[in-house]
């Protein structure tokens, strides 16, 4: 039963930035940046290698579903981008499955010590997501204007780290939970700029307004 709800809770949380993605599958790239789809496809592997040599299949199981939907994201991306462009983040791309080769083999080699490297990397990866914002953050409480946030996707992430922490703290797994607490800390606090400074219309919006 625990490991049901253990699962479900997973599950939730990773589905938050499933469906992010997803939605980016109907768009065209144009301006998209390559990084975050490579530091989700990175996380997942990362995750899943930790899940496995942890022994906890609810983590592989989670990480696995958001390692095959940031797979055919790139893939897409890939496929619409540029050639030199297309050549390059093939590049980046086969450089952090590398990586995660590296630590399999390490894995292999000693599982004792795999354990807490490669969950050291994973919490590390997270943090690293997590606090990505942080100079956008410090521009809105500047210029107290918060189009260039989205509330939506801070709720999802506020959303998917509290979950995270859940099972974090049910599994008593301090790899994932200090990260993910982390994270959703910093989510509450980009919610709680839209609490202060409101809702602004975002630049796409003012455009069409001033088409119109």
Same mark, same amino acid.
């Given at each position: 039963?625990?490991?049901?709800?253990?699962?479900?809770?997973?599950?939730?949380? @990773? &589905?938050?930035?499933?469906?992010?993605?997803?939605?980016? =599958? !109907? /768009?065209?790239? &144009?301006? *998209? %940046?390559?990084?975050?789809?490579?530091?989700l496809l990175l996380n997942c592997a990362v995750w899943s290698l #930790?899940?496995?040599?942890?022994?906890? !299949?609810?983590?592989?199981?989670? @990480?696995?579903?958001?390692? $095959?939907?940031?797979?055919? /994201?790139?893939?897409? #991306?890939?496929? @619409?981008?540029?050639?030199?462009?297309?050549?390059?983040?093939?590049?980046?791309?086969?450089?952090?499955? =590398?990586?995660?080769?590296?630590?399999?083999? +390490?894995?292999?080699?000693?599982? $004792?010590?795999?354990?807490?490297? $490669?969950?050291?990397?994973?919490?590390? =990866?997270?943090?690293?997501?997590?606090?990505?914002?942080? %100079?956008?953050?410090?521009?809105?409480? *500047?210029? *107290?204007?918060?189009?260039?946030?989205?509330?939506?996707?801070?709720?999802?992430? %506020?959303?998917?780290?509290?979950?995270?922490?859940?099972? &974090?703290?049910?599994?008593?797994?301090?790899? $994932?939970?200090?990260? @993910?607490? +982390? &994270?959703?800390?910093?989510?509450?606090?980009? =919610?709680?700029?839209?609490?202060?400074?409101?809702?602004?219309?975002?630049?796409?919006?003012?455009?069409?307004?001033?088409?119109?």
């Amino acid at each position: 039963m625990l490991d049901n709800g253990r699962l479900r809770i997973g599950l939730f949380g @990773n &589905g938050w930035r499933a469906q992010r993605l997803m939605r980016a =599958l !109907r /768009c065209s790239v &144009g301006q *998209r %940046a390559f990084l975050p789809y490579l530091s989700l496809l990175l996380n997942c592997a990362v995750w899943s290698l #930790y899940g496995w040599l942890s022994a906890q !299949r609810t983590i592989v199981a989670v @990480n696995a579903f958001g390692l $095959v939907t940031a797979s055919i /994201c790139i893939s897409v #991306y890939l496929r @619409n981008s540029a050639p030199l462009a297309r050549a390059r983040y093939e590049q980046h791309t086969m450089a952090a499955l =590398l990586g995660v080769l590296l630590l399999f083999g +390490l894995g292999v080699w000693d599982h $004792v010590m795999a354990v807490q490297v $490669v969950g050291l990397v994973a919490s590390m =990866l997270s943090i690293a997501v997590f606090a990505s914002p942080l %100079a956008q953050l410090a521009h809105v409480v *500047r210029t *107290r204007d918060t189009s260039s946030l989205s509330f939506v996707l801070a709720l999802a992430s %506020a959303a998917a780290s509290a979950s995270w922490t859940a099972f &974090g703290y049910l599994v008593q797994d301090s790899h $994932v939970l200090l990260p @993910n607490a +982390l &994270g959703l800390a910093l989510s509450i606090a980009q =919610l709680s700029l839209f609490v202060f400074f409101g809702t602004s219309p975002s630049r796409e919006t003012l455009k069409a307004e001033q088409v119109v």
